[in-house]
């Protein structure tokens, strides 16, 4: 059973920065692609941003230039540095893993408010 925690999320001022984690229970190496989703009340969960395992990214156009997305295999764990952060950021970030099946972590809360 593959589980994905999330952490690093809070709450920061406009123009701000922060780094989320996915730590896997174990091994990255045989996850096709990792990423990282969004999702408001009321709202679907839309792509961030993910990463393939050969390395390749891909964001969603409202994040490109500010954030992130990396992988560290030796750590099992994926990160979304996220800079110039906007209140349109605010969300509960999940961590995604596929592997055959999709697997979710819990989520973490991002707010961004003066």
């Known amino acids: 059973q593959v589980q994905l925690v999330e952490s690093g999320g809070g709450l920061v001022q406009p123009g701000g920065s922060l780094r989320l984690s996915c730590a896997a229970s174990?091994?990255?190496?045989?996850?096709?692609?990792m990423g990282w989703y969004r999702q408001t009340p009321g709202k679907q969960r839309d792509l961030v941003a993910r990463?393939?395992?050969?390395?390749?990214?891909v964001y969603a156009d409202s994040v490109k230039g500010r954030f992130t997305i990396s992988r560290d295999n030796t750590k099992n764990t994926i990160y979304l540095q996220m800079n110039s952060l906007k209140p349109e950021d605010t969300a509960v970030y999940y961590c995604?893993?596929?592997?055959?099946?999709?697997?979710w972590g819990q989520g973490t809360q991002v707010t961004v408010s003066s």
């Open positions: 995604s893993a596929v592997r055959g099946l999709n697997y």
């Open positions: 174990g091994s990255i190496s045989g996850f096709n692609v």
């Open positions: 990463i393939f395992e050969g390395g390749t990214t």
